[in-house]
């Protein structure tokens, strides 16, 4: 009878768990326990288009594209042996504007002009899958939101386009996404590590292996990669080339209000940056350490069948022998995937203790 009691509960708390209802709980335990926060690559460095910016040029929708092509050239020109090693333009440059053709054709002479420019792109995407899952959408081939044809000829650009888990939270990437123009293209983050390595002549660490839908799991490393220089100090020239030389610049929006804000696992109290979290993953792209989520199925039995033999145990032992084996699995399980986690394989943290922790009440409770 009690192997019966035992199977039952176990098949229960199982159930329970995998069908996702303590989800945003386990999310906040794994994230307690596998984020951890390090510092910022110095060869990675974000400049704001920040509230001192839009005060002074005023809002994007009225910004000449010459500003773009001016801050390009400055950091290519004004000493030519110390630039960049890729600039990043984290802007979406989707449409001519009828009114400054001249300011389109610069912008398309300056990108020509110099190898080491990489800009944003997106999709035009609805989700509106309704199985639960939030990265359904991304198996799904879209209409590309890409830089104007002119441009896009000449330029090279990765996809911005940022992946929301369950709870809303930023904790995956997307290596790519596919579009019904250009087919796969890759991450504005990859694009920008690739091209890092080529100009150091390195070769670049493998990228993540991923599903068909192209998410992966980030490690964040900071909250922000700027060091308060911001995009007005480039245009007016106020930067010194030992800012710049040789690094990643990344100009991308950071004030508030331009919809491109996110919530993070790293602090689910206040936003960061999208071009934040490009820094992130190019950061993640150079480390090459992407952990994986263990398969359900597999996590789901193990959960049943440590749930099914300590159900049998806290039955039988006394309460002292009870109180000490629920210790060792709780902690125990959560040292094991702190070890898993460094060997690039994610478990679920909250299952097991949480549901040792069940049996170790009722058991007590019954007994």
């Not at 386990?26 to 510092?39: A, F, G, T």
């Not at 002292?320 to 902690?331: D, E, F, G, N, R």
């Amino acid at each position: 009878m009690k192997n019966v009691e035992a199977l039952l509960i176990a098949a229960l708390i199982t159930a329970i768990v995998s069908f996702g209802i303590l989800d945003d709980l386990d999310y906040r335990v794994s994230d307690w326990l596998y984020q951890e926060k390090s510092e910022p690559n110095s060869d990675i460095v974000v400049v704001g288009i920040d509230s001192i910016t839009l005060n002074k040029l005023g809002v994007m929708s009225s910004w000449s594209r010459r500003d773009i092509s001016k801050v390009i050239t400055y950091l290519n020109e004004n000493d030519p042996a110390a630039r960049p090693a890729v600039i990043g333009v984290d802007l979406l440059f989707t449409g001519e504007n009828p009114q400054e053709p001249d300011a389109d054709r610069l912008l398309v002479e300056t990108i020509a002009k110099y190898d080491n420019v990489v800009l944003g792109s997106a999709v035009i995407a609805d989700d509106d899958s309704d199985d639960g899952n939030p990265f359904a959408m991304w198996n799904e081939i879209w209409q590309g939101d890409l830089p104007f044809p002119a441009l896009a000829e000449v330029a090279d650009f990765g996809h911005i386009c940022e992946p929301l888990d369950s709870d809303g939270l930023v904790r995956h990437q997307l290596l790519y996404v596919n579009v019904t123009e250009r087919g796969r293209i890759y991450s504005f983050a990859r694009v920008i590590c690739e091209k890092f390595c080529a100009a150091k002549g390195i070769t670049p660490k493998p990228p993540p292996i991923t599903e068909s839908n192209g998410i992966f799991y980030l490690p964040f490393a900071a909250k922000s990669y700027t060091q308060g220089v911001n995009f007005v100090d480039l245009l007016e020239g106020n930067v010194g080339s030992d800012f710049y030389r040789d690094k990643i610049i990344l100009i991308g929006y950071y004030a508030p209000g331009m919809g491109d804000e996110f919530s993070t696992v790293l602090d689910k109290s206040s936003s960061v940056y999208g071009v934040d979290i490009h820094a992130n993953a190019i950061q993640a792209f150079q480390n090459g350490f992407f952990p994986r989520e263990a398969a359900q199925s597999l996590q789901s039995i193990i959960l049943f069948l440590i749930c099914f033999a300590t159900g049998l145990f806290f039955r039988v032992w006394k309460i002292k022998s009870v109180l000490t084996l629920w210790l060792i699995i709780s902690l125990g399980w959560l040292i094991l995937c702190k070890i898993f986690y460094h060997g690039e394989i994610i478990l679920h943290a909250l299952w097991v203790p949480l549901a040792v922790s069940v049996l170790f009440i009722v058991s007590v409770t019954i007994n």
